[in-house]
């Protein structure tokens, strides 16, 4: 089939009318802000400055019960085995910059971070996720996990702002 300029102009025409439709509905559906967290952190049973290296390293060897945060999927136990420091941020070399960066006057954020590590045996391993966490002792809460190569052991890393 041929394309004529006329047929390209008129289909294009048709498509930038459809893109810009796309916004101008979804700014006309109302939020709906009654969910459960109301737009806070996702952590229940606990406040975030008590889920900090402390509170974790509290709980070493302790069970965690969890399940997919988008609630598809099997519910599983995971231990935590290890609290880990993050490695240290080098700041970059500006000398070997071609281009200097501007001077900044906003202060550098002063971070404290970890690695939680956790064990499962589990015979399919877990994907990459959010997941819901529950325990006793630390409440109910949400990490991401990574799991390793060993399909057994799963990564959380905490980074908290000072």
């Known amino acids: 089939m ?4 006329r047929n ?9 009318m459809a893109f810009t439709a796309g916004p101008f509905r979804a700014w006309g559906v109302p939020v709906n802000n009654s969910s459960s967290n109301g737009g806070q952190s996702n952590i229940t049973g606990g406040s975030l400055p008590n889920l900090d290296r402390a509170a974790f390293t509290g709980a070493l060897g302790s069970s965690f019960q969890v399940s997919p945060a988008s609630g598809q999927g099997n519910t599983v136990w995971l231990q935590l085995i290890t609290v880990d420091d993050l490695p240290e941020i080098t700041p970059p070399d500006l000398s070997s910059m071609a281009v200097q960066p501007p001077a900044s006057s906003s ?14 045996t589990t015979s399919q391993p877990l994907a990459q996720e959010t997941y819901t966490f529950q325990s006793d002792a630390l409440g109910t809460f949400s990490l991401l996990l990574v799991p ?13 702002l000072q």
Do not use: K
Request: hydrophobic fraction near 50%.
């Open 2 to 5: 041929a394309v004529s300029r």
């Open 148 to 160: 390793e190569p060993d399909g057994q052991t799963y990564d959380a890393v905490i980074n908290l």
């Open 8 to 16: 390209l102009l008129r289909n294009s025409i048709l498509a930038a």
């Open 107 to 120: 202060p550098v954020p002063v971070t404290s971070g970890f690695v939680l590590s956790f064990l499962g």
